[in-house]
């Protein structure tokens, strides 16, 4: 059994997770990180734990009440990582429009954003909401930024949550 559990809300979570232990040199070979299919699995996932290990949750700003009702619940320690917002607008800030923007348009898929962009709802909304909106306009397309962007990280500009799970857990 892994000596580590890291539990995140979603499947882009994991990836980002993933891959910036990859990019930063973590071994996470003694480490579960496990998509709970959203936060509000987190219970099960904490009733399902067996054996001593270290256990890290990684959720959204929004969430932290239920977070907290659930671990007010559950007896046994588990590290916490909040990002504020969520996880792409972590990458966001830690990167930079420009830069996330240059990730795009690697990815081939700058005409897309600008389709989106263009449209007259997006035209005047801030480039973070119009991003995170196009990440979800097509399926696989969150899960494929997530590694994209984590990939684009320079290890100075990690964002703390992430960087705090990997301490925790490595």
Not at 80 to 106: H, K, Q, S
Request: net charge negative; charged share 25%.
């Amino acid at each position: 059994m892994p000596r580590s559990l890291v539990l995140v809300e979603g499947d882009s979570d994991r990836t980002a997770l993933l891959t910036l232990a990859g990019r930063l040199g973590h071994d996470l070979g003694g480490v579960d990180v496990v998509s709970m299919g959203g936060i509000t699995n987190l219970r099960r996932h904490l009733a399902d734990l067996t054996g001593d290990r270290t256990v890290a949750v990684l959720h959204d700003a929004g969430e932290t009440a239920y977070v907290d009702r659930t671990l007010a619940g559950h007896d046994g320690d588990v590290a916490r990582f909040v990002c504020d917002a969520d996880l792409e607008d972590e990458l966001v800030r830690a990167l930079g429009i420009p830069a996330v923007l240059d990730v795009v348009a690697a990815a081939g898929d700058l005409d897309a954003w600008r389709i989106l962009l263009n449209q007259p709802f997006h035209r005047t909304r801030p480039q973070d909401a119009v991003l995170r909106r196009f990440w979800g306009t097509t399926s696989g397309r969150k899960d494929k930024y997530a590694a994209l962007l984590t990939a684009a990280l320079e290890p100075a500009r990690v964002p703390a949550p992430l960087a705090g799970v990997l301490t925790a857990v490595s």
